[in-house]
């Protein structure tokens, strides 16, 4: 299983669409951003742990 890196934007489509793909086997995001970005981090993890990836801040 791979690890996948993004950087926390204004667009959590482009950073999810990769992890979320079926040819790429990933089981952990590391994501970089800011504390005022925790929002928006708490929310990909909500979306991404249903399928069994593993958030990281």
Do not use: N, W, Y
Not at 17 to 31: F, M
């Amino acid at each position: 299983m791979a690890i996948h890196v993004g950087i926390i934007d204004s667009d959590p489509v482009r950073l999810v669409t990769p992890v979320l793909h079926q040819q790429l086997p990933v089981s952990k995001l590391i994501l970089i951003g800011t504390l005022e970005q925790d929002l928006e981090f708490e929310r990909l993890t909500r979306v991404l742990a249903p399928k069994g990836i593993e958030c990281a801040l």
